[in-house]
């Protein structure tokens, strides 16, 4: 879980210096380029971050035909060596996990957040450059 | 602000929780941990928890602010949750539960042991320059947490952040948070100078004295 948050933190991080370096010449304020860019990197990282969770939930062996195979219930006769315990194993719903809706949650209150980010970052990249303009050459 | 009173709390402390060895606390956490991520039934969640909330309880600790900085991990688990309904009532509390009976065990950890001697005690697993980065990492959180409150108050004095004025109060915050990130970055590079200065070579040697059974 710390490796996966580091993977989407770093995702995060190198998206926006790269965002920002190919904005910064598009944008002629620096400030839209300090809100698009960081805006624009979250909205990525958290769609890594719900990829994840995505993988995390979806029963990928099954997705790709691996693994044991529950039999049908047209096959139960030619089973009747499986034990009661397994029959019952059998029965048991898989749980259930509404993606769309953690999607669109998630979306939702991310774009709230990406938005606030944004302002505030581009504002803060206009003050550090009106009271340090050396961190931005080179 | 919550990392440093949970130091504060690992430091002032003299229960006995708060005297037993470091590793030891570090492995009942771990081993509490992984009996919370695999437990399905709720009954067993809320008994771990109420076990957490004695343990809070006979380490002294303040319950009401162990218990609201637990719930911080909750905004992101409630979501989580409540996509999972399909599943039922019982999973959804099960997901809560989860994340609230670990939240409080590494705050009981982090509010009973000092930093230093977690990085002392991981010294064992991890690689030195590791350590070394993450003691550092501690440091400059703390020195960034002092800068923080002075810009807090000046922050406060003009005006702070007000509702009716949200394009003006974001415009105020980002400026203190700009100036932080410049008052941050001068004081690392007077932090390494310093370190320099007295024959600093990547490497820290961790006090283990306070680590142990030893009185306070």
Not at chain 1, 29 to 55: D, P, Q
Request: proline residues 3%; glycine residues 8%.
């Amino acid at each position: 879980m710390v490796g996966l948050n580091s993977l989407v933190i770093t995702a995060e991080g190198v998206l926006g210096y790269f965002l920002f370096k190919s904005l910064g010449s598009i944008f002629k304020r620096l400030f839209w380029a300090g809100f698009f860019s960081t805006f624009l990197a979250l909205f990525l990282s958290t769609l890594l971050a719900l990829g994840i969770v995505a993988l995390g939930t979806t029963d990928l062996s099954s997705a790709f035909g691996l693994g044991y195979k529950h039999p049908s219930k047209a096959d139960k006769s030619l089973l009747k060596f499986e034990s009661t315990e397994i029959e019952k194993h059998i029965e048991e719903p898989l749980p259930e996990f509404d993606f769309r809706k953690f999607l669109f949650l998630v979306l939702g209150f991310g774009f709230i957040g990406w938005t606030l980010e944004g302002l505030i970052s581009g504002w803060i990249l206009g003050y550090l450059h009106k009271v340090r303009p050396k961190i931005f050459e080179g | 602000m919550d990392l440093a009173y949970l130091d504060y709390l690992a430091t002032s402390g003299k229960t006995l929780l708060h005297r037993s060895p470091a590793q030891l606390k570090i492995l009942f956490s771990l081993v509490l941990i992984g009996v919370i991520i695999f437990t399905k039934k709720v009954l067993f969640l809320v008994i771990i928890l109420s076990f957490l909330y004695l343990v809070v309880f006979l380490a002294r600790l303040p319950f009401k602010k162990t218990f609201l900085i637990s719930l911080y991990p909750l905004i992101f688990a409630l979501i989580f949750a409540y996509a999972s309904l399909g599943k039922g009532w019982e999973w959804f509390f099960v997901i809560l539960l989860r994340v609230l009976g670990t939240a409080t065990t590494m705050i009981l950890l982090f509010s009973t042991t000092p930093f230093p001697c977690i990085f002392a005690s991981l010294g064992k697993v991890f690689p030195e320059f590791l350590l070394t980065v993450f003691f550092m990492t501690y440091r400059s959180l703390f020195i960034l947490f002092s800068i923080f409150e002075d810009i807090r108050t000046g922050f406060k004095l003009r005006a702070g952040f007000q509702i009716v004025h949200p394009k003006r109060s974001l415009f105020n915050l980002a400026k203190a948070l700009g100036y932080l990130i410049l008052k941050g970055m001068d004081d690392s590079q007077r932090f390494y100078e310093g370190l320099k200065l007295r024959g600093f070579q990547g490497k820290i040697a961790h006090q283990r004295r306070f680590c142990t059974w030893t009185k306070r």
